[in-house]
């Protein structure tokens, strides 16, 4: 779809084009890893971290001075590229060395940008510099400059990819010298055996200590263990559950005693080890942890090939580890069980990884697909990005494939943001039910990660109860698709003079090339007019609007004066080339053009736009006093709000004011549209059906804006829905969607809503279901019987399973057949009602799901086949039953039965053995004649009155139906 901010601003930002602008600019800003302002969230001062509060104030010469002489940290970070600075004012932090990743003048900038960091399963921490009055945030924390020179050269190998920089702290708090005689040993006190410092300060924080030398293969240095276990499966129980904690937790076997050590930490440094597990982890540990220390045997040095030394007294490192590995928690050092991706891979990620943060969509997704489909072990990131990429391009079926393979795979890492794409892509993909658990598990994630608005998020309760409305309704409108939509992106109509519509199109009118976004592989967007025809309510003749205001880059989302003589439409920030913002992002602005003398002139930037934020989606009141526009400039609640400017009569505007948490939720709102009595606006925040909903919302001159309300069915859909405008006097009007059926990606529909007395409302409606699990059945077919069991109609269900016949008579019944290949037939008599709408929920049993296990023995389980009395042919409710086995048996085609029929007690034993075997030949008589091969049925035999299923053994009276039910035919399965 479309364009990353055109697509903002354009369109949704769950899918193409449509990206709202705020969504894209967020997207943006987080792949670039800076600080992108947004306002609206609250300070969470357990975010507000020093390295480590519990140790002594007094300094430790090995951690903050004692660096070999001959390491120049500062000349090495210059060497690599690393921006350094010293730092003296930060009186809480101890003397070393951070990585640092952002800087902020505000401290909710920089919670959000911790907030980021931590959904990437980075462990960032921020801290205040009374100096320079600036928010800074960084990565980890490094008592000798060497290894983090080592760490931000390899970008914390390779976890963080976008610039770090070297903050040098002195002047401030020390660890505890160690004595002077190790100092001047000339051996690195960092070293594994020889850190005599790392010892005193074990003792003085009570932080248990033991050393095992002879564990080959595992690499030296210090482990935080957190516990020890006789069984494997205990260890990997116990490592699954921190990692649940967000503790980078494994495990290693110890052959001498026979041991499972599961440790969560692992560093070449005493100090940094002590660090960690007297802080308990920066307070996300609450046990008791120990370190383990594995010495580097000195009888098996590293191969010189693999060795890599920085600077003078640099350890050497083997062959299986990077030499710019970070000492600190971001990766778990051993993982031997992990199969390692073929090296062709990297380059692969790395351009796929590229085009992500390009927000080129539509290449991405195919580079991931390829990355997918040949590692052996993807990483958590690879997996959510492939998601995200078909999420943002509008591919909803394998934006859910992934999600759903990143659910089953690392379902605890899973933030709130990755969950709520989850649910929409499986409202997207018609799976309501088990969206609406994953709504419920997003809502506890909110919770938990304290990250949700106050006030503006519904109980889980509240919102089921509205989604179960909205599905419940279904207004009476009738759609059409234009003839002007092409197999590009075509939407946000906007009405224009008489009998004219101004819309945005992405169709390649070029001859021989076209301009492509990057973003979906389409050309860039032009604003096109085309006439309205009344009577067939489309619209034609669509030619390419002003010169003057078509560029080679994105226009749309267009909105005119009453007099239509002024204009307003987004556009990218455009002057003789793309300007872009301190991330690098092209954000969009808002332009006004004039009409002189029947021509518009050169637009202009409205006042309020920014090179740092993007505006756009311009709608003008009716009266033109009031310009209603999208952003996620500073004071946004979510991704993108809607805001309001008073045109004032000297041509200038009033400051921008944000419409609030009634209309903006922490998720994206855009397309507005406006007229006497309601705001119309799309959005993915507030209860709808899948991605983006187009809602309502009343005003009044007294009480402001009334409560917002969902369109429902058929204008929205689990798609995307929005650029919404309409004729509230004729009930006609246009919308676009990305809904299947369409001729491309985004479509423009007219509708028209149905005057009451022109609506018949005699309906039947429903949604089917599977009988078990109770997710929805698409693609099936109900057809429509009437009493004389002739089809009237037939429908195939939807992605939602829905089906809905209208026109019917009132008061009449009917017969509703549904059926589809895997599951049983149903059949249901329905009668209408007087003008109104029946709703029936049908059940369907899987085909498979007639395969059961009775008293040890494998059946096929039908509805009984009843017999009449005294007689053995197939009576047509039992041909119908039959003929659900013989749909088993063709799904399992070696499944090979015997056929078991019995009799009541009334008569003769022996005639009603006789009478059953006669049963059991004439039902595998029927199975062969529907086609199922005579080999297949191993026996037919009839027991009579043997095996009675009741007391009506003819010793007691009993009804006709309890006889009825031993007169039957079972099926055992002999083989599969």
């Known amino acids: ?254 052959p001498l005693k026979k041991a499972h050590y599961v440790y969560v930490g692992h560093f070449h440094q005493g100090t940094d080890a002590i660090t960690r597990a007297a802080s308990k982890m920066n307070g996300r540990y609450r046990n008791t942890l120990w370190i ?49 991706d073929p090296p062709s891979l990297a380059k692969l990620i790395e351009k796929a990884d590229s085009y992500f943060e390009k927000m080129w969509y539509a290449e991405a997704a195919e580079l991931y697909e ?96 509205i989604m179960d409305n909205i599905l419940a309704t279904e207004e009476q409108v ?86 239509n003589t002024t204009m307003y439409f987004t556009r990218n920030n455009y002057g003789k080339k793309l300007k872009r913002d301190k991330h690098g992002v092209n954000n969009l602005k808002i ?32 009266d033109g006093k009031q310009l209603y526009f999208v952003s996620d400039m500073p004071g946004t609640i979510g991704g993108t709000d809607i805001f309001v400017v008073d045109v004032l009569d000297e041509g200038g505007f009033s400051e921008p004011r944000n419409l609030g948490p009634e209309i903006n939720t922490e998720r994206k709102e855009m397309f507005p549209f406006i007229n006497d009595s309601k705001l119309y606006f799309s959005s993915d925040g507030h209860v709808g059906l899948g991605g983006l909903d187009i809602f309502e919302v009343a005003f009044d001159g007294e009480e402001g804006f009334l409560e917002v309300r969902n369109l429902g069915r058929p204008i929205n859909s689990n798609k995307d829905d929005f650029s919404y405008i309409v004729n509230e006097t004729t009930q006609k009007g246009y919308f676009a969607s990305n809904r299947r059926g369409g001729k491309g990606d985004d479509d423009i529909y007219s509708f028209k809503r149905l005057i009451p007395e022109e609506a018949n409302n005699n309906a039947i409606a429903g949604v089917i279901t599977e009988l078990v699990t109770g997710d929805v059945v698409p693609e099936a077919l109900v057809v429509l019987l009437d009493e004389n069991n002739r089809k009237l109609k037939e429908v195939v269900t939807g992605a939602d399973g829905a089906f809905v016949f209208e026109d019917l008579e009132g008061n009449t019944k009917y017969t509703l057949r549904s059926e589809k290949s895997e599951f049983s037939t149903d059949s249901q008599v329905v009668s209408t009602l007087d003008n109104e709408r029946v709703a029936v929920d049908i059940a369907l049993r899987r085909l498979e799901d007639r395969i059961v296990v009775e008293d040890g023995i494998r059946k096929l389980k039908t509805d009984m086949i009843f017999f009449d009395f005294d007689k053995s042919y197939i009576r047509d409710d039992a041909g119908r039953e039959l003929d659900k086995l ?42 062969i004649q529907q086609g199922i091969a005579a080999d297949r049925i191993e026996s037919a035999i009839g027991y009579g009155e043997e095996r009675l299923l009741n007391e009506c053994n003819g010793s007691v009276r009993c009804s006709s139906a309890k006889h009825q039910l031993n007169r039957r035919s079972e099926f055992i399965i002999v083989k599969m």
């Not at 997996?383 to 391009?393: E, L, P, Q, T, V």
């Not at 943001?417 to 929409?424: G, Q, S, V």
């Not at 006439?531 to 080679?552: C, H, L, P, Y």
């Open 886 to 927: 013989v749909a088993v048996m063709r799904q399992y085609p070696g499944m090979v039965i015997k056929i078991e029929s019995h009799t009541d007690s009334r008569g003769p034993a022996v005639y009603n053995k006789y009478l059953s075997d006669k049963r059991a030949k004439s039902t595998r008589a029927y199975l």
């Open 1 to 254: 779809m479309g364009i990353p901010f055109l697509q903002i601003f354009f369109h949704s930002p769950t899918h193409g084009l449509r990206l709202t602008l705020l969504m894209l600019l967020a997207t943006a800003m987080l792949a670039f890893g800076q600080g992108y302002q947004q306002q609206g969230l609250t300070a969470d001062k357990d975010l507000v971290l020093a390295l480590d509060p519990r140790l002594p104030a007094a300094a430790n010469s090995a951690v903050g001075r004692a660096k070999p002489a001959s390491f120049d940290t500062r000349k090495a970070a210059k060497e690599h590229n690393i921006a350094s600075r010293t730092v003296t004012e930060i009186k809480e932090l101890y003397n070393g060395y951070y990585a640092v990743a952002g800087v902020f003048g505000e401290e909710k900038n920089a919670l959000k940008f911790v907030q980021t960091l931590e959904n990437k399963q980075l462990h960032p921490k921020k801290v205040w510099n009374p100096g320079s009055k600036l928010h800074y945030v960084y990565l980890d924390y490094f008592a000798d400059g060497r290894a983090a020179i080592q760490a931000i050269a390899s970008g914390m190998n390779g976890r963080y990819r976008d610039k770090l920089w070297l903050m040098d702290v002195r002047e401030c708090k020390e660890l505890k010298p160690s004595p002077q005689k190790h100092l001047q040993s000339g051996v690195s006190p960092e070293e594994p055996g020889t850190d005599l410092a790392y010892k005193q300060l074990a003792r003085e924080h009570q932080i248990p200590t033991r050393k095992i030398s002879g564990l080959h293969g595992l690499e030296s240095g210090y482990y935080l263990i957190a516990g020890v276990f006789g069984e494997a499966a205990n260890a990997k129980k116990f490592s699954a559950g921190l990692r649940a904690r967000k503790l980078e937790a494994s495990h290693f076997y110890n």
């Open 478 to 563: 009738s759609l059409k698709n234009l003839a002007v939509n092409s197999k590009y992106s075509d939407f946000a109509p906007m009405f224009y003079n008489e009998g004219e519509v101004v819309y945005a199109s992405a169709v390649d009118s070029a001859f021989f090339s076209t301009r492509r976004y990057k973003w979906n592989n389409q050309p860039y967007l032009d604003l096109y007019v085309a006439k309205i025809n009344e009577e067939s309510e489309d619209v034609r003749d669509a030619v390419k609007f002003s010169k003057k205001i078509n560029t080679k880059y994105h226009e749309a989302g267009v909105t005119f004066s009453p007099d």
């Open 591 to 622: 332009y006004q053009s004039k009409k002189v003398d029947g021509e518009w002139t050169e637009a202009v930037e409205v006042p309020f736009n920014s090179d740092e934020y993007s505006t756009g989606h311009p709608a003008l009141s009716p």
């Open 370 to 465: 390829m990355v997918l489909n040949k590692s052996e072990s993807p990483s958590f990131d690879i997996i959510r990005k492939a998601g995200d990429s078909h999420y943002f391009n509008t591919n909803m079926g394998r934006a859910y494939y992934w999600y759903d393979q990143l659910f089953e795979r690392h379902k605890d890492e899973m933030s709130a943001d990755n969950l709520f794409k989850y649910a929409h892509a499986l409202k997207g993909t018609g799976r309501y039910g088990r969206s609406k658990r994953l709504m419920r598990l997003y809502n506890r994630k909110l919770k938990t990660e304290e990250s949700s608005i106050p006030g503006r998020r519904a109980e889980a309760a509240s919102r089921e109860v």
């Open 292 to 340: 383990l220390e594995v010495p580097t045997p000195p009888q098996k040095p590293a191969p010189a090939t693999a060795d890599k030394t920085y600077g003078q007294g640099a350890i050497a490192l083997g062959p299986r580890l990077n030499p710019y590995r970070n000492e600190g928690l971001f990766y778990p050092p051993v993982r031997k069980q992990v199969a390692k």
